[in-house]
């Protein structure tokens, strides 16, 4: 599996583009916005688009999701469902931070821990991890030790708690319980920033390090 990290809307968002090197067909993670450009980069790749997944319902994340999901007919899947009331707001969250074109959706399938989506030849594992929001998903890549975190973590810091039914206790259980377990060796993608390993925030992340 190939990935392109695509920093999409104000909040530079990393939307990925992951590509399946056997059959070229790539799901697309969180397109918050900036849809021309996320397709420029599929074209670019000679990626045929099969999926949206979204691991939370933030407006830089799921912004694009109704209006690029329309344009080329795909499926939607994810978050978790407790994220309905996020994904249901989403005009609002639009007025608020002045996103245009942006409308609510409905996924089409909700997902649970332990949950499989798949895309050309390709597997990923889902994990809940709520606290940034209570319906926050992670994918995960395990024969490339690639994991895309969204805004549960990032290199140095963790997600945000104070919005909406965030809770810093179940952010801080999530990443320990269902992250580390998955080895110090993996990579992650965050919603925001730099990548970093599992291993390196464990050593230094003054938030959530050992
Ligand atoms: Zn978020």
Redesign the pocket.
Known sequence: MQYRIIPVTPFQQNCTLLVCEKTKRAAVVDPGGDIEQILAVAAKAGATLEKILVT?G?I??AGGVAALAERLSLPIEGPQREDQFWIDGMPQQSKMFGFPDVRAFTPDRWLEQGDVVCFGAVSLEVLHCPG??PGHVVFFHRPSRLALV??VLFAGSI??TDFPRGDLDTLLASIRERLWPLGDDVAFIP?HGPMSTFGDERASNPYCGD
């Open positions: 939370h933030h830089d994340h940034h929001t969204g805004d997600g945000r919603g």
